[in-house]
């Protein structure tokens, strides 16, 4: 084996076994076990959300595929309407100079399909560096053919009975890309703006209300001035109307419970036709729809003349200048307020009133909320279920058509005369309604939201509406694994559609993970330069690529010199090749359920570490095994040591703790218990425990057999444990443990998982060694705090101890000696007669060492006397520091608690190096 582990050297070549060998298909036997892969966007590349979700994923797969279950990974991509026709059209202009509309539907449609296969594949080749184990073979896609007849199917059959329709409603509408777009695709940004307050004239001339605004181009559309039904300021006002300013209109004051009478001037000017709070209040009193813009957000007919045509923001400038010049401007104000603006063009979104197809939803919801109260879907952690409750309760229709070209059609059709015809087809149309085949029909523009499509993600990539084998087995499926932001416009929607076409659950659990930030806690995004690409970390980047690829393409180009400094200072050498299964770890270890991960690039180093530790271990235990007597059969004699029978009994416990933690999806813990048991339990102290037995030629053959056995069999069963959340390394190291260990198999894939045998459990064994590992602990923090060379043999007397603590020494003398190093150990029966000592305890027992000869007592003083000094003076200096008021109220919070740590960190040294001295004052 080489000497340190090269994660480059064995993951592609164990990847590519495992694909070819179908290795993640079914196994056609055992129970069913089936996760669905949120599908990625096809023009996606990984992220760090992706990564931790997918490691989990595999996780649960690769641990019920060990368990013998039937399982299957379904995998797939979506099309992503909007974000692949924003590549295609992009790749138009740079490579042709031409856009969507030079080319025509047909002819940009085929483009986008060239692209798709060409350059849509970059995710699923990413999900394979990760060690993702889905079953290729049936990747799906949701524009597939098939899953295009689950699409039309579930249109058609929701129109028929009566649940999706066309209507005229307020849509989050994208001025620059021309289609309305989800809540999700909105980004509410902080920004610096003004409130307008401006004044309404009474109509009957007796004096005017005060509105403030945001967004003043849009009083052109007012439909009424609000108050607070109990506002006695404007109770006497209620009825009668206002003058609009700049408009030859008059509007009415209402009364309504929307309007909180404390805030401002306690008058709202309402926009039905622009805003959506407004919207509601307009349905409430009957107010009349005015739409003032057109598709570009600019300024259309229904305004006076003066600002027809107007840009948005012109129109505003304009708006103001002319209140002001009617003298009805009554201030400005700065103020800071959230601008919603679509996360794809970056462009401010308007609430827009435009014909849209749309699902009913109540019926729909009241079942899917039943399914989850009576506990036929469980969220984990449960307190997802309050969200997904409040949401469902709360429903509105849902807006399902989108302006593009890219996406699923919506099957209707109209004559010239506005009827609607809705089939799977034009030729089902026609035989449907009985239309001439002279007719003209005109297909809808429009294609489906990708939530809609992705809304069927559970039973149409199993072959519905065809009752195939797939489905009646995989069908519901186990769990889902997502992010808490789109519990409600994929999970719940998942949900619905799936109840009312399957009558049955999609999932039985959703497990909902946080979302993965950066180490001080900020959202990972292109425009803050934070991203970390998981494919960095595993191969590794240089700091200068590193700033390169966080620089370019910034939708605001003037903050790449901040960005590029906040990374060569986070990240002077960029990332080290850590490797896939020191990424997965650390994902793990971060993975307590529902919470946001701060990720620490500090903490893949030491699970890179963790890997050498596990391949190192490998290495010793091969060479002591290889080729020698291991009692592979149960019928040679051995005999097992205290360290032996500790070792099993702890690997019984770490395999419960593990499969505990998976189970109730706390990979935190699982990982924790994982690590410890290998780390602490194995390599530090049964490894060195071995040690004394195969070196001593003293040894029994039945004993060394035994040692040898432990070894490699603890090791074989340690490693079918750590797969399915390290699969390479495991695999790798696999291969050559199990013939020594008396395993059998082509993989450890579908090896059977260690199961915790009760039997094995050894309580005596552990309280003896975990004596045994206090005694030794104890020796070596005498030489740490004596400062005394860990290669200087020591005298050991143990005093003041049980006769149990007497057995116990008597019996494990050859690994004390050993281990801590000794000249010697006694029992000592007369604590009176020990010499001048350094002294631990392990309950009332006295580990003692004597000092004479073992430091220079002066010399010691002097090295602790001036690392005090040291000490003293860096604790000044961060006192300082944060006692400096203009410091703790300008630096992040998170810089002035690192210091805050710092002093808490230097106070416990010096506490820690002024005992020393006066222990060693006392020698």
């Known amino acids: 084996m080489e000497k340190t582990y090269q994660p480059s050297a064995i993951e592609q070549k164990w990847y590519q076994t495992w694909e070819a060998k179908g290795y993640f298909k079914p196994s056609g036997t055992g129970e069913p076990y089936c996760i669905m892969i949120p599908p990625p966007n096809v023009t996606g590349s990984l992220h760090m959300g992706h990564g931790f979700q997918e490691s989990i994923i595999d996780a649960l797969i690769r641990f019920q595929r060990m368990n013998g279950k039937n399982t299957l990974w379904q995998v797939g991509t979506d099309h992503a309407g909007i974000a692949t026709q924003m590549v295609v059209e992009r790749l138009l202009t740079q490579e042709e100079n031409c856009t969507r509309h030079d080319l025509g539907r047909e002819k940009f449609i085929e483009r986008v399909w060239q692209w798709k296969e060409h350059s849509g594949g970059t995710i699923t080749k990413q999900l394979r560096r990760l060690g993702a184990s889905p079953d290729w073979s049936r990747e799906r896609f949701t524009m597939d053919d098939g899953f295009y007849q689950a699409v039309q199917e579930v249109f058609v059959r929701l129109y028929e009975d009566g649940l999706i329709y066309r209507g005229n409603r307020l849509v989050n509408w994208d001025p620059k890309l021309h289609t309305a777009i989800s809540d999700l695709e909105v980004e509410n940004r902080e920004e610096n703006g003004h409130l307008w307050h401006f004044n309404y004239p009474l109509s009957d001339g007796s004096g005017h209300l005060t509105v403030a605004t945001t967004r003043p181009e849009t009083m052109l559309g007012d439909s009424a001035v609000a108050v607070h039904p109990e506002d006695e300021r404007y109770r006497h006002l209620i009825g009668q109307n206002v003058k609009l300013p700049l408009t030859d209109r008059e509007i009415p004051i209402i009364a309504d419970d929307y309007v909180d009478k404390e805030f401002g001037t306690g008058c709202v000017k309402i926009t039905p036709a622009h805003d959506f709070n407004d919207y509601e209040v307009g349905q409430r009193h009957a107010l009349e729809l005015i739409n003032i813009f057109d598709e570009n957000a600019h300024i259309n007919a229904n305004a006076p003349d003066a600002y027809r045509g107007m840009e948005r923001f012109a129109a505003r400038k304009k708006v103001v200048e002319d209140i002001q010049a009617l003298g009805l401007l009554e201030k400005i104000e700065p103020h800071k307020l959230k601008v919603p603006r679509g996360d794809r063009s970056g462009v401010v979104i308007e609430p827009y009133l435009t014909n849209q197809w749309y699902v009913k939803t109540a019926t729909l919801a009241e079942k899917a909320i039943s399914e989850v109260e009576n506990?036929?879907?469980?969220?984990?952690?449960?307190?997802?279920?309050?969200?997904?409750?409040?949401?469902?309760?709360?429903?509105?229709?849902?807006?399902?058509?989108?302006?593009?070209?890219?996406?699923?059609?919506?099957?209707?059709?109209?004559?010239?005369?506005?009827?609607?015809?809705?089939?799977?087809?034009?030729?089902?149309?026609?035989?449907?309604?009985?239309?001439?085949?002279?007719?003209?029909?005109?297909?809808?523009?429009?294609?489906?939201?990708?939530?809609?499509?992705?809304?069927?993600?559970?039973?149409?990539?199993?072959?519905?509406?065809?009752?195939?084998?797939?489905?009646?087995?995989?069908?519901?499926?186990?769990?889902?694994?997502?992010?808490?932001?789109?519990?409600?416009?994929?999970?719940?929607?998942?949900?619905?559609?799936?109840?009312?076409?399957?009558?049955?659950?999609?999932?039985?659990?959703?497990?909902?993970?946080?979302?993965?930030?950066?180490?001080?806690?900020?959202?990972?995004?292109?425009?803050?330069?934070?991203?970390?690409?998981?494919?960095?970390?595993?191969?590794?980047?240089?700091?200068?690529?590193?700033?390169?690829?966080?620089?370019?393409?910034?939708?605001?180009?003037?903050?790449?010199?901040?960005?590029?400094?906040?990374?060569?200072?986070?990240?002077?050498?960029?990332?080290?090749?850590?490797?896939?299964?020191?990424?997965?770890?650390?994902?793990?270890?971060?993975?307590?359920?529902?919470?946001?991960?701060?990720?620490?690039?500090?903490?893949?180093?030491?699970?890179?570490?963790?890997?050498?530790?596990?391949?190192?271990?490998?290495?010793?235990?091969?060479?002591?095994?290889?080729?020698?007597?291991?009692?592979?059969?149960?019928?040679?004699?051995?005999?097992?040591?205290?360290?032996?029978?500790?070792?099993?009994?702890?690997?019984?416990?770490?395999?419960?703790?593990?499969?505990?933690?998976?189970?109730?999806?706390?990979?935190?813990?699982?990982?924790?218990?994982?690590?410890?048991?290998?780390?602490?339990?194995?390599?530090?102290?049964?490894?060195?425990?071995?040690?004394?037995?195969?070196?001593?030629?003293?040894?029994?053959?039945?004993?060394?057999?035994?040692?040898?056995?432990?070894?490699?069999?603890?090791?074989?069963?340690?490693?079918?444990?750590?797969?399915?959340?390290?699969?390479?390394?495991?695999?790798?190291?696999?291969?050559?443990?199990?013939?020594?260990?008396?395993?059998?198999?082509?993989?450890?894939?579908?090896?059977?998982?260690?199961?915790?045998?009760?039997?094995?459990?050894?309580?005596?064994?552990?309280?003896?060694?975990?004596?045994?590992?206090?005694?030794?602990?104890?020796?070596?923090?005498?030489?740490?705090?004596?400062?005394?060379?860990?290669?200087?043999?020591?005298?050991?007397?143990?005093?003041?101890?049980?006769?149990?603590?007497?057995?116990?020494?008597?019996?494990?003398?050859?690994?004390?000696?050993?281990?801590?190093?000794?000249?010697?150990?006694?029992?000592?029966?007369?604590?009176?007669?020990?010499?001048?000592?350094?002294?631990?305890?392990?309950?009332?027992?006295?580990?003692?060492?004597?000092?004479?000869?073992?430091?220079?007592?002066?010399?010691?003083?002097?090295?602790?006397?001036?690392?005090?000094?040291?000490?003293?003076?860096?604790?000044?200096r961060v006192e300082a520091k944060l006692n400096n008021e203009k410091f703790t109220a300008k630096a992040p919070a998170e810089v002035v608690q690192k210091e805050k740590d710092k002093l808490s960190e230097l106070s416990q040294a010096l506490d820690k190096l002024k005992e020393q001295q006066e222990k060693i004052k006392t020698l």
């Open 375 to 876: 506990g036929n879907i469980q969220f984990v952690p449960s307190q997802y279920e309050n969200m997904y409750f409040a949401w469902m309760r709360d429903i509105q229709d849902w807006c399902i058509s989108r302006q593009l070209w890219w996406g699923h059609r919506i099957p209707a059709w109209y004559d010239n005369e506005g009827n609607i015809y809705v089939a799977r087809n034009e030729d089902e149309v026609r035989q449907k309604f009985s239309l001439a085949d002279d007719l003209e029909l005109k297909q809808d523009e429009d294609v489906l939201d990708t939530w809609f499509s992705s809304g069927l993600w559970t039973f149409g990539t199993l072959g519905w509406p065809e009752q195939t084998d797939e489905l009646n087995t995989f069908h519901p499926s186990s769990v889902l694994v997502t992010g808490f932001d789109i519990i409600f416009f994929w999970v719940a929607r998942m949900i619905m559609l799936t109840l009312y076409f399957r009558k049955e659950v999609p999932f039985h659990t959703v497990y909902v993970h946080g979302l993965v930030r950066d180490k001080h806690g900020n959202k990972m995004s292109k425009s803050k330069g934070n991203v970390i690409d998981p494919i960095d970390l595993i191969d590794g980047i240089d700091i200068d690529t590193l700033v390169k690829k966080r620089t370019t393409g910034l939708m605001r180009p003037q903050d790449a010199p901040d960005i590029e400094a906040v990374t060569r200072e986070d990240y002077p050498e960029g990332f080290a090749p850590y490797g896939t299964d020191a990424l997965r770890y650390t994902y793990y270890s971060l993975a307590s359920t529902g919470r946001d991960i701060n990720f620490d690039v500090g903490r893949i180093e030491g699970f890179r570490n963790f890997c050498n530790k596990l391949w190192n271990a490998s290495n010793y235990v091969l060479m002591n095994c290889q080729n020698k007597d291991c009692g592979t059969s149960d019928s040679d004699p051995i005999a097992l040591s205290l360290a032996d029978r500790w070792i099993i009994s702890r690997l019984q416990q770490t395999n419960a703790a593990v499969i505990e933690g998976i189970n109730s999806y706390r990979f935190d813990l699982a990982s924790q218990a994982l690590y410890d048991f290998i780390w602490k339990d194995y390599c530090d102290w049964y490894i060195e425990l071995s040690k004394p037995i195969l070196n001593d030629s003293d040894s029994t053959e039945e004993t060394l057999r035994g040692t040898r056995r432990t070894l490699i069999r603890v090791l074989e069963s340690t490693l079918r444990l750590a797969h399915p959340l390290m699969p390479f390394i495991t695999e790798e190291l696999w291969q050559r443990v199990k013939t020594p260990a008396g395993a059998a198999g082509e993989t450890i894939m579908l090896a059977d998982y260690p199961l915790p045998e009760a039997k094995l459990i050894d309580a005596n064994a552990e309280a003896e060694l975990d004596w045994l590992k206090d005694v030794i602990t104890g020796l070596r923090n005498i030489r740490g705090e004596m400062n005394i060379s860990p290669g200087k043999k020591l005298e050991c007397l143990l005093s003041n101890g049980s006769e149990v603590d007497k057995t116990r020494f008597e019996n494990n003398q050859q690994y004390l000696v050993k281990l801590a190093n000794l000249d010697s150990a006694d029992w000592l029966t007369d604590r009176e007669d020990a010499p001048l000592c350094a002294t631990a305890l392990v309950g009332s027992l006295e580990i003692l060492v004597p000092m004479a000869g073992l430091i220079d007592k002066d010399a010691e003083l002097g090295r602790l006397n001036k690392e005090i000094q040291k000490k003293e003076k860096d604790k000044e």
